[in-house]
């Protein structure tokens, strides 16, 4: 597999993981939303947010072991921006409809996770420009009585699984 590609893989893992973020203040929830605390996200990060989000609202920062990542709402639409520790972007994420991917694809899913129920559909938009990754992707949860599964579409169709849940 193409360096690259994997560092990009890697990239996106880290994104999803934390779908589930050194100094400008910011403030943060934490303990379900009850109390505010503040933290410190980078400088450079906090410019490239200002900058590409620059109509966001209701901005909550929070920092995990893994990436700096932004809580906010634009245009009316909750979105989710992660940066990684060194301040790089790697996406944003929405929750969209089930409508969102192909019909393709969805019957593809209908047909191989017969018995599933669809659960949330998560968009992922990155900035990379690798040929070998869409930059658009879409995560759907699914769930029957005894399994939780992901599974990763492009905009071209595809259907792979991408994690056992439960």
Do not use: H
């Not at 400088?43 to 109509?55: K, L, P, Y």
């Not at 209908?110 to 998560?122: H, L, N, T, W």
């Not at 599964?149 to 699984?161: D, K």
């Amino acid at each position: 597999m193409d360096l690259k590609l994997k560092e990009t893989m890697k990239k996106i893992f880290l994104t999803i993981a934390a779908v589930g973020i050194l100094g400008t203040s910011a403030f943060a929830k934490i303990d379900g939303g009850k109390k505010a605390e503040t933290v410190t996200v980078s400088f450079s990060v906090q410019t490239e947010f200002d900058e590409q989000f620059s109509d966001a609202t209701n901005v909550v920062w929070s920092i995990t072991p893994n990436c700096q990542k932004a809580t906010f709402v634009e245009e009316g639409v909750a979105k989710t921006a992660f940066y990684n520790l060194q301040g790089e972007y790697l996406g944003v994420t929405e929750n969209v409809a089930y409508a969102s991917i192909s019909a393709k694809a969805q019957k593809e899913i209908s047909v191989k996770y017969e018995g599933y129920k669809v659960g949330d559909v998560i968009k992922l938009t990155t900035n990379d420009t690798n040929a070998g990754f869409d930059q658009t992707v879409y995560f759907v949860d699914l769930k029957n009585d005894t399994n939780e599964v992901l599974l990763r579409v492009t905009p071209s169709a595809g259907v792979f699984f991408f994690k056992q849940v439960k």
